[in-house]
């Protein structure tokens, strides 16, 4: 399991560590058009397209369901691994909802779209309240991403300890966040870090809600 939990590992993580640079490039790029046109200069448009920042999401999303898919396959090597399973949903949460309800309204009119026949089509710079905004939306992209590489990493920490601890009499230590606000993952601390996920995150009261609405459905229903 360790090395099929490796290489999906780092195909998310290179994904992930990709996206969250392509997007800080375009805002660099869009800063820069920006102040080029605030001091009567000429800019290079940003070279980010809205087509491509989606298909490198789409290929962190499909690494991460295939993490959360071989967690459920392999959870028969120690249950508590499930809380990983939770770690990424939430990310998948959060990242969708950045990606597809929010990023996609900023950013599909305010990049360059592709001409056909060739170049662009006219293109203007968003202003500068719309860039703070992007800005904004940018970073918590990034701080997402960023979990999704350190929950990687814990992962990889926790199946050498689980599987490989005895062996060899050692086990690495867990990670440290430095930003309180955030968790690492360790096997030993499994209940705290599930109900945490599921009280204290969107994804986890995004589900609670979606249980309750289905079972006040079924409820609702007239019995047979």
Do not use: C
């Amino acid at each position: 399991m360790y090395e099929e939990s490796l290489l999906i590992t780092r195909s998310m993580s290179d994904a992930a560590i990709e996206l969250s640079n392509h997007l800080s490039i375009m805002l660099m790029q869009i800063r820069q058009a920006l102040q080029a046109a605030a001091d009567g200069q000429s800019y290079n448009l940003p070279a980010a397209r809205f087509p491509d920042i989606s298909a490198r999401y789409a290929a962190f999303a499909d690494a991460a369901i295939k993490l959360i898919l071989l967690i459920e396959g392999r959870v028969i090597v120690d249950q508590r691994l499930l809380v990983f399973r939770s770690a990424f949903s939430s990310v998948l949460h959060d990242t969708r909802e950045l990606m597809y309800f929010r990023l996609v309204e900023h950013l599909l009119p305010n990049l360059p779209v592709d001409n056909p026949q060739g170049g662009t089509f006219p293109y203007q710079l968003p202003s500068l309240q719309q860039a703070e905004t992007i800005a904004v939306l940018v970073v918590k992209f990034g701080d997402a991403l960023g979990d999704a590489v350190a929950y990687g990493d814990d992962l990889l920490i926790e199946l050498q300890n689980a599987l490989l601890g005895d062996l060899f009499k050692s086990k690495l230590p867990s990670r440290k966040p430095l930003d309180p606000s955030r968790r690492a993952i360790v096997l030993d601390k499994h209940r705290e870090l599930e109900q945490w996920f599921r009280t204290e995150t969107s994804w986890g009261k995004h589900a609670s809600d979606v249980t309750l609405l289905t079972i006040e459905s079924f409820s609702n229903q007239p019995r047979k």
